[in-house]
Nanobody, 113 residues
Framework: QAQLVESGGGLVQPGESQRLSCTASGFTFSINRMGWYRQAPGKPRELVATITSSGAPDYADSVKGRFTISRVKNTVFLQMNSLKPEDTAVYYC?????????WGQGTQVTVSS
């Protein structure tokens, strides 16, 4: 069964760091693009960062300079530095094969004093 399994997350204080990881397994084909989305209470899900199989990254403006996405095969990481309270959200791993999207289970990141 194809799935994306996330790890990481939890409670951190403003200014601290956190790393998320996500591993894809059970896919018939290699995933071209992987990334992270997040959803805060009462807000729509938004893109955080993506990365291609060749390592080309893309970031939302809100996280540029603070977050770093990286990838080893079908495992994607999100290094989050200088975290802010507004980064608080459920973070979802994403992978796509053309028009088909797959999602991780979501992991809560809470930035609070």
């Amino acid at each position: 069964q194809a799935q994306l399994v996330e790890s990481g997350g939890g409670l951190v204080q403003p200014g601290e760091s956190q790393r998320l990881s996500c591993t894809a397994s059970g896919f018939t084909f290699s995933i071209n693009r992987m990334g992270w989305y997040r959803q805060a209470p009462g807000k729509p899900r938004e893109l955080v960062a993506t990365i291609t199989s060749s390592g080309a990254p893309d970031y939302a403006d809100s996280v540029k300079g603070r977050f770093t996405i990286s990838r080893v095969k079908n495992t994607v990481f999100l290094q989050m530095n200088s975290l802010k309270p507004e980064d608080t959200a459920v973070y979802y791993c994403n992978g796509n094969l053309g028009p088909v999207n797959y999602w991780g289970q979501g992991t809560q990141v809470t930035v609070s004093s």
